[in-house]
């Protein structure tokens, strides 16, 4: 028999401990308590919600038909950047879809509509896709039609009729604002003749009108180089057929071209820059000048101009026009242009998380995560399919889309929408690019 008073104080002793218990157990070890530090919630890896999964075909992929913009050194990486207009295209589009080839020669673009998927589909490969940056509800394509014979279209969406479409080069792309598509190709050179890069703007919406040609005739500026056509007779067949309004620009390597706006055309190289205005449903340059010409999207463009003592001098200026600022000496040296760099005034940034002169953004986490997360989905389709190996040799792909706050992952056998986990780097992005 145990004398009551045992009973009565083991009660009192483990009344307190339960009381000791509640008080502590929220705290962390590190702060006196009894539980562990709380992971970080992109490290849980239940934190990824799927808000959409599309199942593949075997033989279909996220891939474009090995094509690339003029200006491009190198192939885009597949999963792309931020998902911003100045960026060449990613077969990851927004928050909304896919853009897919597959075997024969098919491919399409399917889009996340209404809670199921809405099918684009063409009898020819895929080498551009892109959704119009302003509301989405236009859809760019340029489709290989035949050995070096391109046909871009504008798309209506969700519906999907086609607004127009035209021969073009082997690319397209929206204007940063989505008022006009820019579409071209390079015009045949006599004997060895400088490249001459023949350009078209096209509204995004409406008629293109009575075809135009740059003159090049603008008072006070240098006369066009020698060969270059400023008259429509003096173009090739295609290039004759080209509807909008045209520009010829020599070309050399390493020379660049944006598109800021749908009345805005900058082109820089090795030869200097030139910036093109529309005015009067014909380009004329604004301005022309010697150094090297970059863009700091999405707030300006910045030139490294030289001077007559053999020094450099650093500008900025508007994507409207041409007004040139000096850039203080004391300021840090601006990376080497990346269409993946997004501007602000005194930082950039990438979808890597390379910086430059910026340190409130919070470091990137999530991409990591994900590829962690659904790798031993990937694991898995590599058994299924053959195909997977070769497509995705290291894991899944994951496609950021940090401003819209999700993500595209590919494991091989399906492609997932996923949303991101509401981060403070997420928040702030969200307000700097949409």
């Not at 962390?28 to 999964?53: C, D, I, K, R, Y």
């Not at 004759?240 to 706006?261: E, Y």
């Not at 899944?396 to 986990?421: I, Q, T």
């Not at 928040?427 to 949409?434: C, D, E, G, S, T």
Request: proline share 9%; glycine share 10%; charged share 25%.
């Amino acid at each position: 028999m145990i004398p009551q008073r045992y009973i009565i104080a083991s009660l009192f002793i483990a009344a307190m401990l339960l009381l000791f218990a509640v008080v502590q157990a929220p705290r962390s070890v590190h702060s006196g308590g009894v539980t562990a530090e709380e992971a970080p919630s992109v490290m849980n890896l239940g934190g990824f919600e799927a808000l959409a999964e599309f199942r593949l075909e075997d033989g279909w992929a996220p891939r474009f038909q090995g094509t690339q913009d003029p200006d491009q050194s190198e192939a885009w990486p597949f999963e792309g950047g931020f998902g911003t207009p100045w960026e060449p295209a990613s077969p990851y589009l927004a928050d909304q879809g896919l853009a897919l080839n597959g075997p024969k020669g098919r491919s399409e673009v399917v889009l996340w509509r209404g809670l199921e998927w809405r099918h684009y589909r063409f009898d020819a490969p895929l080498c551009s896709a892109r959704l119009d940056p302003a509301k989405g509800n236009r859809l760019l394509v340029t489709l290989q039609m035949g050995p070096s014979r391109y046909e871009t279209r504008l798309l209506e969406v969700p519906e999907g009729r086609v607004l127009w479409s035209t021969q073009s080069g082997p690319w397209s792309r929206f204007s940063w604002d989505g008022k006009a598509v820019l579409v071209g190709f390079f015009e045949p050179a006599e004997g060895k003749g400088e490249a001459r890069l023949l350009l078209s703007a096209l509204p995004r919406d409406g008629d293109p009108g009575e075809p135009t040609l740059a003159a090049w005739d603008e008072s006070g500026l240098p006369a066009p180089p020698r060969g270059l056509p400023t008259k429509a007779e003096a173009l090739s067949e295609d290039g004759q057929d080209l509807p909008g309004v045209r520009v010829a620009i020599p070309w050399h390597v390493g020379d660049r071209f944006w598109f800021p706006l749908g009345d805005r055309l900058w082109h820089g190289g090795t030869q200097g820059w030139t910036a093109w205005a529309l005015e009067g449903g014909r380009w004329r340059r604004q301005a022309a000048g010697a150094g090297l010409l970059t863009a700091h999207p999405p707030q300006g463009m910045a030139l490294v101009e030289p001077l007559s003592d053999e020094t450099m001098v650093r500008q900025i200026g508007p994507l409207t026009k041409v007004d040139w600022a000096e850039v203080p000496p004391e300021t840090l040296p601006w990376p080497a242009w990346d269409p993946a760099w997004a501007w602000r005034e005194r930082g950039a940034f990438d979808a890597w998380d390379q910086r430059w002169n910026e340190s409130t953004l919070p470091p990137e986490r999530q991409r990591q995560a994900l590829f962690e997360s659904y790798r031993s989905e990937w694991r898995a389709a590599l058994g299924l399919r053959g195909s997977v190996k070769g497509w995705l040799p290291r894991g899944p792909e994951v496609a950021l889309r940090e401003p819209l706050g999700v993500a595209w992952v590919w494991v091989g056998d399906r492609v997932l929408l996923v949303r991101l986990v509401e981060v403070e780097r997420v928040r702030v992005l969200r307000k700097l690019l949409r």
